[in-house]
């Protein structure tokens, strides 16, 4: 066990403490035992050395920073996005004034994702399906059409880290 403690220290060496595939991929070239892959893998798992020096992948913690609450409803809403959800509507229902043609169906879309807009305040929320490759500008859009008609503009908008608005 001595030797093989002592390839494993050496391996992992010359591999620049690169982690566990480079240490077992300098040690196949040059050696075979029973149990190899094994050996490595622990070996590399409980190197104090190389735990201790491994960057962190992660962002640095931060306090979390409470919202106001609004004073008044609808004053801030926010938005967020469900996705692989599928809607089906009709274009009536969509597009107002819409009427088929003679013989034609009533259009039956399937939608792939849901837009929430909720109210900070009151939890009063608004439910718009929409396709899968909205825009930071379609949604002030149907903002404008499906919910500024029955509580006004919006005065604050909040997102979480959706890469639309990004």
């Avoid at 566990?20 to 094994?38: A, E």
């Avoid at 399906?129 to 005065?155: F, N, R, W």
Wanted: hydrophobic residues 40%; aromatic residues 12%; glycine residues 4%.
């Amino acid at each position: 066990m001595l030797a093989i403690e002592a390839l494993l220290y050496e391996a992992h060496d010359q591999s620049g403490y690169g982690g566990f595939l480079k240490t077992y991929s300098y040690l196949q070239d040059k050696y075979s035992w029973i149990g190899q892959y094994q050996d490595t893998k622990e070996f590399v798992s409980t190197y104090n050395t190389y735990q201790l020096s491994k960057a962190t992948t992660q962002l640095p913690v931060r306090l979390l920073t409470p919202l106001a609450v609004p004073q008044q409803p609808w004053t801030t809403v926010s938005t967020d996005f469900l996705s692989m959800v599928p809607i089906k509507v009709f274009l009536t229902d969509i597009l107002p004034g819409y009427r088929p043609e003679k013989g034609e169906s009533l259009h039956e879309v399937t939608f792939y994702k849901l837009m929430v807009i909720q109210d900070t305040l009151t939890d009063y929320t608004f439910l718009i399906p929409c396709t899968s490759y909205i825009t930071a500008k379609d949604v002030i859009e149907m903002c404008k059409q499906k919910v500024a008609p029955i509580i006004g503009l919006l005065h604050a908008l909040i997102s979480d880290q959706e890469p639309l608005f990004m």
